[in-house]
């Protein structure tokens, strides 16, 4: 692959890879505040609690944006693509369940939102509805790469028929559950923490935009975001983990060595980005006034963003070269 070609895939992916950090922020919110809200009852500190109360509030804002946007590419899929229509008719289990899911997770958060109102000094138990948001994100992340698997491997034999008379016939692979394949348990757990990940860099800046309209004095406005900055730090550290895993799975390539070289170079782009994240969330960590420094924010937040555009840009190359 050239090298004008190399850097047309990462822009064209920029805007999916921007969405999908609002998905994973929205899926990850609820098992950082669940870790967070547990450490707050262990340790008997209301700091902890209180940020878990502020990654809840905007895991709402991020489940209605990104699912307005999965709804509108949907949809768009469904008119261009007759193949999908199809597919989806003969096999509508799965899909009519990740749309239950998603809309019971977007109505639970909507529900603890409102029925919070407005900030209150006594404690109140966060952590069982926390945990519930929690299963309830497993569960969309388990039906979601599920789903894209069978998906995936419809796309290729679509794109693969052979056609005769003007007429491509492709085999029918309908999408199941009963898979047990420990890569998508790996998938599953490595998405988690992307997710989580996703979540403490997107509370940085909601912490820095709602600053001025919190009730936290100075000094426990700084702890949460050390706390937020922390979070992404160890749970990024983690998800680093799983890149010699997508290393051997993407770079395993039937086509041509430049393919591989291809998703060599965006694979190493993910971690480099992702590491210079780390980074700048320790020096966030190690700061005494984090919101002095909203660059080190703004710049993680970044990072972040173009390793998910080069994870995507490598997928999709995979995919292709497939």
Not at 6 to 16: G, K, M, S
Request: proline share 6%.
């Amino acid at each position: 692959m050239l090298n004008f070609e190399l850097l047309r895939i990462p822009a064209a992916l920029a805007a999916p890879a921007f969405f999908l950090f609002f998905g994973l922020a929205a899926l990850g919110a609820p098992m950082l505040a669940s870790i967070c809200l547990t450490v707050g009852q262990v340790r008997g500190t209301q700091h902890p609690e209180a940020y878990a109360r502020r990654l809840l509030r905007m895991a709402l804002t991020c489940a209605l944006l990104s699912g307005v946007v999965l709804s509108a590419v949907c949809g768009l899929a469904l008119y261009r693509l007759p193949w999908l229509r199809d597919w989806l008719l003969v096999a509508p289990l799965v899909p009519a369940l990740l749309v239950l899911v998603i809309m019971a997770y977007c109505v639970s958060l909507t529900v603890l939102r409102h029925s919070r109102g407005s900030y209150r000094p006594q404690r109140v138990n966060s952590l069982p509805p926390a945990a519930a948001l929690t299963m309830l994100s497993l569960a969309i992340l388990w039906l979601c790469l599920s789903l894209l698997r069978d998906l995936a491997a419809q796309a290729q034999a679509v794109l693969g028929a052979a056609s005769t008379g003007g007429i491509a016939l492709a085999p029918l692979m309908t999408p199941t559950l009963t898979s047990t394949a420990p890569m998508l348990f790996a998938a599953v757990l490595a998405s988690s923490l992307a997710g989580v990940m996703c979540a403490g860099a997107w509370s940085l800046e909601y912490l820095l935009l709602r600053r001025d309209r919190e009730p936290f004095g100075r000094e426990a406005f700084a702890h949460a975001m050390r706390l937020a900055a922390r979070s992404s730090l160890r749970s990024g550290l983690l998800a680093l983990s799983f890149l010699p895993a997508l290393w051997g799975r993407l770079t395993d390539l039937p086509g041509t060595p430049n393919d591989a070289r291809t998703v060599m170079a965006l694979l190493i782009a993910c971690g480099v980005s992702i590491l210079a994240a780390c980074i700048l969330w320790g020096l966030l960590a190690r700061s005494k006034r984090p919101c002095s420094s909203p660059m080190l924010v703004h710049g993680a937040l970044l990072l972040v963003w173009l390793g998910l555009t080069t994870s995507l840009s490598a997928a999709l190359i995979h995919f292709y070269a497939g």
